[in-house]
């Protein structure tokens, strides 16, 4: 089946301590990106990836690392997670944005930082 | 500029058609429309897209203005599980992908 694979599902950690989001996608689709959802923000774009080693910023990068390093697997990386990056994140897969391709996305990490 | 403006909500009753508006006024020509939906508790999901004819799907119908610069997402009977909130985004040549707050869709019984 094809799918994009967040883990965790949830997570509540502290102020500080680095954590990794995982994202993998099973449909060796290039494109990849990160969002942050927030009450009356709507979605915004954390960091998207074009292909293997090819990153770049979205609307909202600061605080927040990303490496693609292989084809598949796209983390989001907290070095020094704080309060205000308490939010729900998804991961979504393209074959080839922005073109004639859909997007899919992963069912979501609701981040907890104390 | 990608965005893209559409109300904040809207209200339909259950088996009645919903037309759901989207403004996108400085598309370029080669941008594809997309919609997407996003239930209660869920990521996003994909719904329809088209570039400059209308499109059919099982899901919804798109209708893209002659002038490219509006399109309407039309549900054909609207069904409780269709209450969600519905993005319309473009898909351009920035590899960029800005989501609007999109319109929340409530749908009566």
């Known amino acids: 089946e094809a799918q994009v694979t967040q883990n965790p599902r949830y997570l509540i950690t502290v102020t500080g301590k680095k954590l990794t989001v995982t994202c993998s996608q099973n449909m060796n689709h290039e494109y990849m990106s990160w969002y942050r959802q927030d009450p009356g923000l709507g979605l915004r774009q954390i960091y998207y990836s074009m292909n293997v080693e090819v990153t770049d910023k979205g609307d909202v990068p600061e605080g927040y690392k990303v490496s693609r390093k292989e084809k598949r697997n796209f983390p989001l990386i907290l070095e020094s997670p704080s309060p205000n990056q308490t939010s729900l994140y998804f991961c979504?897969?393209?074959?080839?944005?922005?073109?004639?391709?859909?997007?899919?996305f992963g069912s979501g990490t609701q981040l907890s930082v104390l | 500029d990608a965005k893209t403006t559409q109300p904040n909500s809207m209200e339909s009753n259950e088996e009645e058609p919903v037309h759901l508006p989207c403004n996108h006024s400085?598309?370029?020509?080669?941008?594809?429309i997309h919609w997407y939906r996003q239930l209660p508790s869920q990521g996003p999901e994909y719904v329809i897209h088209g570039l400059t004819s209308n499109v059919n799907n099982r899901m919804a119908s798109l209708a893209i203005a002659e002038d490219r610069k509006s399109s309407t997402l039309i549900l054909h009977r609207a069904t409780l599980r269709d209450a969600a909130v519905y993005y319309c985004?473009?898909?351009?040549?920035?590899?960029?992908?800005?989501f609007g707050k999109g319109t929340l869709l409530t749908v009566n019984p």
């Open positions: 400085t598309i370029s020509g080669t941008d594809y």
């Open positions: 979504a897969s393209s074959a080839l944005w922005p073109t004639n391709e859909k997007l899919f």
């Open positions: 985004i473009r898909g351009g040549s920035n590899y960029k992908l800005t």
